[in-house]
């Protein structure tokens, strides 16, 4: 070996070794950069978990203080309400008729202070957002007209006139609210116009609609608005003059309110002044509400994603307006929307144009039968994958035999008469009916108990997905909805009820199978108000978790279940507990 | 004829409650102005029904309730929880109790029997 080739090989091997280094020192330095990367990101979750805490805490303290404050209220409200009842039904003697009438307005104003304070809780807990709107499709005529009723006797006794004036056809003033909702506010915003009419004025309520939206203008011919007030009447505790609130026996927050619910319907509103050729100066405020309800839009300033597919809106085809009336009502009342046809082509036709989720098909009808319409729908591409539901005072099994040979393209069958509930189930059913294995979503704030119950079903064929907070199930369900849910109701963020409310207004969750699964006894009334889409009831010092595994297979077997050739009935349970 | 004990720190609201009662049924009414004193009432009349404020200075509803429980002598009593505390809670604080019913304020006076009676399954005269 030469030493020139030595000199190459230690040059070879130093240039290895330089190398080598190099990378280590590199490889070192990449470290340490990212050990520091996740030292600040473990630092800013700390602070994002402890700023999370100290916002729970805050509410915490909030929920503690309105819970006083509510408290402190009502105690002096109940000796009065109490005192007063008594005397006015005459349990303590009769008095003369100026004094029973005196009564009556103690006690009706009362109840109205007790109302305010209800209503006050109410606007807190909707800002907080445990307080969902019941959304269903609303007249905004009718409401009108029941808050002016409401408001009667108040503008009677100040003199002043109420006018209703209708600027659209009547079935133009339809829309997505929450009427007790919009009923507060219109009363509100009447209220405040009257209080500020002098006598002999007149206050003025009409209505208008376009394509997209409903609007109610109450208009009086007060003193009106200065122009630097017109924003600033909506905040709470704002008015035109600081003395308003003594004087004309406010709160001061009825403006605050109307603004608050306007806005989660998100909708909008405003005042004007009156223009000059008006009969008076005056005022007027505006009220503008979207035709469709689009509450899910509040979610998406927290990055949920909406849900997919279609948005619950049914079909319900029946040549008698009396059964489309009953069903539909029920229907909206759950908070589906309802197209409804007469007969067999406007059904064909509506859902060829509208994305719906599924119809449901009466057999006999004149001109297009039932069956008809079904095979219709069934052999286009663009209706046959849109479920059908019969309505038919048929059973399955009566069904003459070739006509259940064209039945067995429906997914579903309830038999009239029906109740509300077997209505709903059988919707769920068809709904909720999906392919591979079922997914299930355990709301449970008892990480012990859940990790028992998703134990249990670990050999069978589903998903199980755990959320132990209310916010934490909200997402999971925007993600992606469940099949089944189970529910604790003690959870650590609201109540297994406003879950259940919130469930309710979402198109596609509106429906889903729930298993209530608490620590106590729940009452009737409780029941009705957790009612979802079929609703089971287990109390958890009754009902071992391993039942509990039994009935949730079951439901979910019936789910996954095909109908077998249409015949399939409805079937309303409730296990006993 | 039955017998229900209030138990109020409110002296209005005992009265009023009292009146009511007398007014819409034929039970008799003993009333206590404390958990302590409806505790030794309690013992003393084993009334029939007691109907109980939760929040009281002293010794409040629930701890009240808990003492009825612990004495054999009172320990059958049914309990009415009467509160102004309606939050949702509240409620399912006080419904876990184990109480024979929860109710609020501010009552109606001319059907508070009835509550009273359908909470504890008696027939109102």
């Known amino acids: ?577 | 004829m039955k017998r229900v004990l209030i138990v109020d720190d409110e002296d209005d609201i005992r009265e009023v409650a009292s009146l009511s009662l007398e007014a819409t049924s034929d039970w008799v009414i003993l009333t206590a102005s404390s958990g302590r004193e409806g505790l030794v009432t309690a013992a003393a009349e084993r009334p029939d029904a007691i109907l109980m404020d939760v929040m009281m200075p002293g010794m409040d509803g629930p701890t009240t309730f808990k003492q009825l429980q612990l004495n054999p002598l009172t320990a059958r009593i049914p309990v009415v929880l009467l509160t102004a505390k309606v939050q949702g809670v509240d409620q399912r604080r006080f419904a876990g109790l184990g109480v024979a019913a929860v109710l609020f304020k501010p009552f109606d006076p001319l059907t508070l029997a009835a509550q009273i009676s359908e909470a504890l399954g008696w027939e109102l005269s």
Request: charged residues 25%; glycine residues 6%.
């Open chain 1, 1 to 577: 070996m030469t030493l020139a080739s030595i000199l190459v090989i230690t040059f070879v091997l130093c240039l290895g070794l330089f190398v080598l280094g190099a990378t280590l020192v590199w490889h070192r330095k990449e470290l340490r950069r990212l050990r520091a990367e996740l030292l600040i990101a473990s630092e800013a979750q700390r602070t994002q978990d402890s700023l999370l805490s100290q916002r729970s805490e805050l509410d915490n303290i909030k929920d503690e203080f309105i819970s006083t404050v509510s408290h402190e209220l009502r105690t002096p409200l109940t000796s009065i309400r109490g005192a007063l009842g008594l005397l006015s039904a005459g349990l303590m003697g009769t008095v003369d008729s100026k004094a029973q009438n005196l009564l009556r307005i103690a006690l009706t104003n009362t109840d109205r202070l007790i109302r305010l304070i209800n209503d006050i809780l109410d606007l807190e807990r909707m800002e907080s957002g445990r307080a969902p709107l019941h959304v269903r499709r609303c007249s905004l005529r009718d409401l009108t007209k029941q808050a002016m009723e409401t408001m009667k006797p108040m503008a009677d006794t100040a003199g002043v006139h109420l006018e209703f004036s209708l600027g659209v056809a009547p079935e133009g003033v339809f829309f997505d609210g929450d009427p007790d909702r919009i009923l507060q506010i219109i009363t509100n915003l009447l209220s405040n116009s009257i209080k500020f009419s002098p006598p002999e004025s007149t206050v003025t309520l009409r209505l208008e609609a376009d394509s997209n939206s409903v609007q109610l203008r109450v208009s009086d011919q007060g003193r009106g608005i200065p122009i630097e007030k017109l924003d600033a009447i909506f905040d709470r505790f704002q008015q035109v003059e600081a003395s308003d609130a003594r004087q004309k026996g406010g709160t001061g927050l009825g403006l605050a309110i109307c603004r608050t619910i306007v806005q989660q319907h998100n909708g909008s509103i405003w005042a004007e002044s009156n223009p000059a050729e008006h009969r008076g100066p005056g005022a007027s405020l505006i009220v503008s509400l979207p035709r469709m309800s689009r509450l899910l839009d509040q979610l998406d300033d927290k990055g949920i994603v909406q849900p997919r597919g279609g948005d619950g809106t049914l079909i319900l085809c029946d040549d008698d307006p009396g059964i489309r009336t009953i069903i539909g009502e029920h229907l909206r009342h759950h908070g589906y929307t309802i197209l409804e046809a007469s007969d067999g082509m406007s059904a064909i036709a509506l859902a060829e144009t509208h994305e719906v989720s599924a119809i449901l098909l009466d057999l006999y009808m004149p001109g297009l039968t039932g069956w008809e319409t079904l095979q219709r729908l069934k052999h286009s591409a663009a209706t046959a994958k849109i479920p059908v539901v019969i309505l038919s005072v048929l059973s399955p099994s009566s069904t003459p035999r070739e006509e259940r040979q064209a039945a067995s393209a429906a997914q579903g069958w309830v038999q009239k008469p029906f109740n509300e509930n077997l209505l709903l189930a059988e919707l769920s059913r068809v709904l909720h009916a999906g392919e591979g294995p079922a997914h299930v979503l355990l709301v449970e704030d008892d990480i012990d108990l859940a990790s028992v119950v998703i134990a249990g079903f670990k050999d069978a064929q589903i998903t199980i997905d755990h959320a132990s907070t209310r916010e934490i199930a909200m997402e999971r369900c925007l993600l992606s909805a469940p099949d089944l849910v189970i529910l604790d109701l003690t959870l650590p963020d609201g109540d297994g009820f406003s879950l259940v409310d919130w469930l309710r207004q979402q198109p596609t969750l509106r429906a889903l199978p729930l298993v209530v699964y608490s620590g106590r006894e729940v009452s009737e009334f409780e029941m009705k108000q957790l009612q979802l889409g079929p609703t089971q009831f287990l109390t958890k010092a009754k009902v071992q978790p391993e039942e509990v595994e039994e009935l949730v297979l079951n439901i979910v077997q019936r789910l996954r279940r095909p109908v077998p050739k249409g015949i399939h009935l409805a079937q309303s349970e409730r296990v006993a507990v």
